[in-house]
């Protein structure tokens, strides 16, 4: 959220989402023109975008049948492609899956690609996936994290597989390290209303749909979320590295190349991963 104003004004969930998604339509446009974040050259060349840590998590994923959920522009689904899957991406943006859709034309992998909302998945969906995929910036634009935990639950087979992660809780919390300041809270106490005059993967390109809305979730909520729902909980870990930069201003970079959240001697999660079975 950084470089982002908040207030917390009473807003409708269909407005909330409305709000989002204009923002989100427009970022899927001026995503990937600058390689610093999104680097769709190297892509294109045969590069993935998938980190150690995904690859790990989710497993051999080799003709298995995989679903990206808020799959943004495609690089890391059709990155999946590359490790073997069989993907489908959702994003509720169609200029996202639109551009998603030219990526993989591009490229020639082979890739569906869904226009839904995360919360009401096509029913054709059903129990059609081995693994269910969701990662890095994904929890903090879902207000009700047990639909986003049901609705991944209905689409997995039996004995499929979720494998999420994202920025910690803690990490969210903070936006800027020195001198520090802490603007979200570490759990859900409801929509928080921001307004960001541009977008962290396009830091020269003045956005026109400012508007956001967002929610905080603790580890506790996001685990019990994915329990209620049915799963499995096979993995819960929190990771003090991280490969890229998830948090300008707030990590730090050392010696090995990797990034930590340093606010005193000792470092913070910066990440967590959860892996999830359906029975």
Known sequence: MSGATEHRDVIPEDEARDLNRRSWDERALAHGQDPSYYDTESFLAGGSTLRALDVELAGDVDGRDLLHLQCHFGLDSLSWSRQGARVTGVDFSPVAIGRARELARRTGLAADFVTADVLDLPADLTESFDVVWASYGVFAWIGDLRAWARSAARVLRPGGRLAVVDLHPLARMIEQRNPLVVDSPYADDGPHHYSSA????????????????????????????????????????????SERNDRDGVLTQGADGLWRLQLWEYPLPVL?????TKP
């Not at 967590?272 to 999830?276: D, E, G, K, V």
Request: charged share 20%; glycine share 4%.
């Open 198 to 241: 541009t977008s962290y993967a396009a830091p020269d390109r003045p956005l026109e749909n400012r508007e956001t809305v967002q929610w905080s979730h603790s580890l506790g909520e996001l685990v019990s979320a994915f329990a209620a729902a049915g799963l499995r909980i096979d993995t819960v870990e929190e990771h003090l590295t």
């Open 272 to 276: 967590f991963s959860i892996r999830a």
